[in-house]
């Protein structure tokens, strides 16, 4: 079974200012993606970012990037020049190749951005 | 834009009632699935379906069964309702299988049981 670990249930930063999500995961599988998972107050669930586990460069969208260390099973995501609209509920996700596009999550990292 | 939608956003219901969540998408996506989200525990998968009339058990079925009698729509069923399923249930769409698409959120049904 695949786990996702998130071990900051908390984390603040300043407007402007750059903030790392940490995420791990177990697996034994070697074909996979990894994704980040924006969820504001809102509840609408959004994507952030995807990475192919195959592909050793690391995603970027924007202002949103990942650093993916696939031999220790890493994926933390960084956010650059945060904004308030970045306050959120963000979850790591897993999927196996080939498993009908099933998700594992991990329990969620809540950022608050502040003046 | 792909929309997933989910027909309420509160819902109160009495213990041992029959619930009926229902979740619509209209992009013709062929993954459906119903995910169930509380704090500290993230988001768990309780079926998914790839396809009409298929489901699939996923983390914790108990309690809950499905209805996908039509490609865009996929019903969860709590058929008797108790007090520790109240959550927020959210529902999501995707295309393809396993090759790493993205999945699409309704806005989440907040249930509470009484």
């Known amino acids: 079974a695949q786990t996702v670990t998130q071990s900051q249930p908390e984390m603040s930063v300043q407007e402007a200012e750059t903030v790392t999500l940490s995420c791990t995961y177990d697996?034994?599988?070697?074909?996979?993606?990894l994704f980040w998972y924006k969820q504001p107050p809102s509840r609408q669930m959004i994507l952030v970012i995807r990475?192919?586990?195959?592909?050793?460069q690391n995603a970027t969208e924007n202002r949103f990037s990942v650093n993916f260390q696939k031999a220790a099973k890493s994926f933390s995501l960084k956010i650059s020049d945060s904004q308030l609209g970045d306050t959120a509920m963000y979850f790591c996700?897993?999927?196996?190749?080939?498993?009908?596009?099933?998700?594992?999550f991990g329990t969620g990292t809540r950022l608050q951005v502040t003046l | 834009d792909v929309k997933v939608t989910q027909s309420s956003r509160y819902l109160v219901k009495r213990t041992g009632e029959k619930v009926f969540l229902e979740c619509v998408q209209d992009?013709?996506?062929?993954?459906m699935f119903w995910y169930r989200q509380d704090p500290g525990l993230g988001l768990r998968l309780i079926y998914f379906?790839?396809?009409?009339?298929?489901?699939e058990k996923g983390d914790i079925p108990e309690g809950y069964s499905v209805s996908r009698e039509k490609k865009e729509r996929f019903s969860l069923i709590l058929e008797s309702a108790s007090t520790n399923q109240t959550s927020m249930y959210l529902c999501?769409?995707?295309?393809?299988?396993?090759?790493?698409?993205?999945?699409?959120f309704g806005q989440g049904t907040r249930l509470t049981v009484v």
């Open positions: 990475q192919e586990a195959y592909k050793q």
């Open positions: 379906s790839y396809d009409v009339k298929m489901k």
């Open positions: 992009m013709d996506h062929e993954n």
């Open positions: 996700a897993f999927m196996i190749t080939g498993t009908a596009s099933k998700l594992t």
């Open positions: 999501a769409s995707s295309e393809h299988r396993g090759f790493g698409t993205e999945a699409f």
């Open positions: 697996t034994s599988e070697n074909n996979y993606y």
